[in-house]
Nanobody, 116 residues
Framework: VQLQAYGGGLVQPGGSLRLSCAASGSIFTINAMRWFRQAPGNERELVAAITRDGVTNYADSVKGRFTISRDNAKNTVYLQMNSLKPEGTAVYYC???????????WGQGTLVTVSS
């Protein structure tokens, strides 16, 4: 499985941005897709996840503002981020959690900067 993340950029506080993560390869091995973020000096943290069955969960810090979704036809997962805050500035990574005991896969990060 290979993951390609894109969509980051500079956005003002209160603005919106949508990240995309396109998966290719052995898609059938993917159990869940997740978005993480890592701010400078901080550990990588889970932001949102969506399972094969479409069950979603979110970090408390983004509930009500972020939405994770997927387009199975395009093998793509999205992270719609609304009402962005400066503390949302981070490198965002997509991750595939896999079945059959296979190790997870990380995409390259995409930088989101929330600043006026």
């Amino acid at each position: 499985v290979q993951l390609q993340a894109y969509g980051g950029g500079l956005v003002q506080p209160g603005g919106s941005l949508r990240l995309s993560c396109a998966a290719s390869g052995s898609i059938f091995t993917i159990n869940a897709m997740r978005w993480f973020r890592q701010a400078p000096g901080n550990e990588r943290e889970l932001v949102a996840a969506i399972t094969r069955d479409g069950v979603t969960n979110y970090a408390d810090s983004v509930k009500g503002r972020f939405t994770i979704s997927r387009d199975n036809a395009k093998n793509t997962v999205y992270l719609q981020m609304n009402s962005l805050k400066p503390e949302g500035t981070a490198v965002y990574y997509c991750n595939a959690d896999r079945r059959y005991g296979l190790s997870g896969v990380w995409g390259q990060g995409t930088l989101v900067t929330v600043s006026s």
